[in-house]
């Protein structure tokens, strides 16, 4: 039987040109700053989406020694990519960076990840948004870790737009007199439902009963995370751009929401779930495989992993 990589289109360094829609998906190294200019081609993204690997499960080694060291090569690896995504990024734009905090070693890489930040002085910190998880771990003899984290910065003023969630508004009674009227609040609210705000407690992680599954993505984001921030920080039209692309969430909503998405993953697997996952949206409006082998001539799931329990 062939392996993986031989049911690929796209070898290292490849791109695939979308004829229908122009996104592009590459197989490109996003610490590589002329992998990503070659993929941009000039153009410039407002919106960049990273969800770069976390460094939290580092193999059970627990020796401080080691954990520096680890620490160190993830900060180099964070600085390479952060410096091949700010070119990329348009004179007034948005970057979103999903990350995690080990809890028991000093909240690397997250806290590390936001001093290193302050260096580039083109981009400013705008907000720290929790996401909270269903599934958490640890409630017996800790409080129960169910957060991620998500740092917005920008570049220059880009374009923000209020969204809002599906959480009926529930609280009354904050009045304020407006125009010699007395109203509360749920009078002069523009929606009857709450925006999110910066702790998003409305979004299902992935498992394998959605239609949006992955299997063997490993570490699939939501899609209703990934459209709610293209929604806000960008228009239609614009070009978006994720240098992790994994299982092709960022290309899955652009599409949904008619942005052009420039994509990439350095396995080449990652970036053909990614073209097939779009396909198969296109032909079938369903936004993932659910429990289906994105490989399905391959006749069983060999090598693809299944969803662990705790994605990243
Ligand atoms: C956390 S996942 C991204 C998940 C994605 N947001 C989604 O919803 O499916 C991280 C991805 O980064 C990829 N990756 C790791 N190092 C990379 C690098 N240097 N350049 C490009 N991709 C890399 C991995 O192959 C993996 O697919």
């Known amino acids: 039987m062939r392996s993986l990589a031989g049911y690929c289109r796209l070898e290292r360094g490849g791109i695939w040109e979308d004829p229908v829609r122009g996104h592009r998906v590459g197989v490109l190294d996003a610490t590589n700053r002329s992998e990503i200019a070659g993929m941009l081609g000039g153009r410039s993204a407002a919106l960049v989406v990273s969800d770069p690997p976390y460094n939290i499960a580092v193999g059970g080694r627990r020796s401080e020694r080691l954990l520096d060291e680890t620490l160190v090569d993830y900060l180099a690896f964070s600085r390479r990519w952060v410096e091949a995504t700010i070119p990329a990024m348009a004179a007034h734009s948005h970057l979103y960076v999903w990350l995690g905090a080990d809890q028991f070693h000093g909240f690397q890489p997250l806290a590390d990840f936001m001093i290193l930040m302050r260096r580039y002085q083109e981009l400013r910190s705008r907000s720290f948004i929790s996401v909270r998880n269903q599934r958490g771990y640890g409630t017996q003899r800790n409080w129960m870790a169910v957060r991620q984290e998500l740092l917005n910065y920008v570049k220059g003023s880009p374009p923000f737009h209020v969204v809002y969630t599906d959480i009926p508004k529930i609280l009354r009674g904050y009045y304020k007199t407006v125009g010699g009227e007395r109203t509360e609040n749920l009078e002069r609210g523009r929606s009857p439902t709450i925006r999110p705000g910066n702790i ?30 293209i929604a806000s920080s960008s228009d239609e039209g614009d070009l978006v751009a994720d240098f992790f692309a994994h299982s092709g969430t960022t290309l ?11 994509t990439s993953d350095v396995e080449p697997v990652f970036a053909e779930i990614a073209i097939r996952r779009l396909e198969r949206f296109r032909e079938t409006g369903k936004t993932g495989f659910q429990t289906a082998n994105p490989f399905p001539e391959m006749g069983t799931a060999a090598g693809l992993p299944p969803r662990s329990q705790s994605s990243s």
């Open 200 to 229: 998003w407690v409305d979004i299902q992680q992935v498992f394998y009963r959605l239609e949006e599954n992955v299997p063997g993505a490993y570490a699939q984001k939501p899609l209703k995370a990934i459209e709610r921030i």
């Open 252 to 262: 899955v909503a652009s599409e949904r929401l008619g942005r052009v998405c420039f």
